[in-house]
């Protein structure tokens, strides 16, 4: 089992950054780029909540089967041993993320209809 003795640190950092830029959102600073692209400071905010939140859907597109190799059942590293997990699905799944990739896209196209921006 992987234990990092910072974890818990890390993640007070990510969710006081995370407040961070929200509170940032509200006030108005941030704003301004996306207001310039015609996106009201609600939108700004919805959009990157389903960003932060769809980042933990993936989408499987394909599995590419690959040849399965041995791998060590313990990994040593600074004097701690640690289980390496047995991985039961060989091969590679090529896979689609929705807050990075999907709402992202949304949003280009969307903007490209409502400043009449099209790829000749």
Do not use: D
């Not at 939140?53 to 041993?81: A, C, D």
């Amino acid at each position: 089992m992987f234990f990092s003795p910072f974890a818990i640190i890390f993640f007070f950092m990510l969710l006081l950054g995370l407040f961070f830029f929200f509170g940032l959102i509200q006030v108005g600073i941030m704003t301004i780029a996306f207001e310039k692209i015609g996106l009201g400071p609600g939108q700004v905010f919805g959009f990157l909540l389903l960003s932060l939140f769809g980042s933990y859907i993936n989408i499987p597109i394909r599995r590419i089967n690959t040849e399965l190799t041995e791998m060590p059942s313990t990994v040593s590293f600074f004097g701690m041993t640690y289980r390496v997990p047995i991985n039961s699905h060989p091969g590679t799944m090529v896979t689609v993320n929705v807050g990075g990739a999907l709402i992202p896209i949304f949003l280009s196209i969307y903007l490209m209809l409502k400043w009449q921006i099209f790829i000749e």
